[in-house]
């Protein structure tokens, strides 16, 4: 079969990426395996590429998300897939990948796939997708809560993360560059800060009646900056890394500082959070089914063309979700 493969493990650049041939994955007991149709880019991909994990095997096969046909199932098959079901799923870092023509996972995090959505939305909706609705609907407490900053709303988290907000009654405000205003409006975002040209602390007190934002989304990094931002009760969940707390007194205020790690799920091997990653798909992709959320695709490139997508991402320069198709 076609993959995508960083050949060793001192090739660490984008422009090392490899197209092969190589055999086909082979199922466990306790596996699937399904023909690729679309799948979905994320800044983890490149930063895998660049960085490596340490249980790889060489050439390793790159990419995460993937929406497919079942061709094969293991004798351990629960949730009673069949072949032809069409299915997706986030896989595992640690293992080979996706960006191939056939790829596997465990059972427990493959969902299936309504007949009226696409493979690329659902392929566009996994690693970023999942990080928003993890972030918004399994660790925030939304009880109470009235407003939200997303940062990087025209990001793939971002995008998602707008939309759930909105559905789940939140004023939204998210920071963006300039030239991508447009597509966090059309998402419903309520208060849009240039980032780059205006001061986000003044916008939100301003916004807030200097009480501060309920709730914080941290997909940028520097955390640390998001503190002061949060009201009384607040809560800032971290995407990226936590911040460093000892200047700053959380107790006082009552504030919550959470952190999100959606892959590690794998390594954790902790079966009932595996399903979840297929409860919280299945949840995503019944509401593009619904017409009640927008994949935010905005590129769909050939399998081949992987390596110069994952370069647009790493130099910032997508808007929404980029996808493949093979
Ligand atoms: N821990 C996890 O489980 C997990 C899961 C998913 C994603 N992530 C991480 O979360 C980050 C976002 O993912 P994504 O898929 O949304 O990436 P993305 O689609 O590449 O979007 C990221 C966007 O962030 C914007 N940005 C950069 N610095 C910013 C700043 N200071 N303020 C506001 N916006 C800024 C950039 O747009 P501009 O042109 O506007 O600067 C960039 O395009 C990535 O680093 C990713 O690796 C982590």
Redesign the pocket.
Known sequence: MKALVVPSSTTKKISDIKLVDTDKPVIKEDEVMIKVHALGL???DY?LVEGHNSAWNYPHIIGLDTAGEIVSVGSNNPKNFQIGDRVFFHGDLAKDGVFAEFAKSKYNSVARIPDNVKYEEAAAIL??G??AY?AIFRKMSLAGKKTILI?????????IAIQLAKIAGLTVIT???E??KNIVASLGADYIID??HEN?DDRIDEITNSNGVDLIIN????PEADLPRLAYNGGLI???NTPDINDYNLSSQGQSVL??????VHQSGYPDQLDDLATMAESLVELISDKKLNPAITKVIKFEDIPAGLAE??E??????IIATI
């Open positions: 994320n800044p983890v930063k690693c970023s999942l990080t993890q940062h990087a709303g025209a990001g793939g988290v971002g995008t920071t963006v560059s030239h991508k980032y780059r986000i997909d940028i990094g520097n971290c995407i990226l952190s999100l790690n959606l892959g590690g991402l790493s910032h320069k997508t808007i929404g979700k």
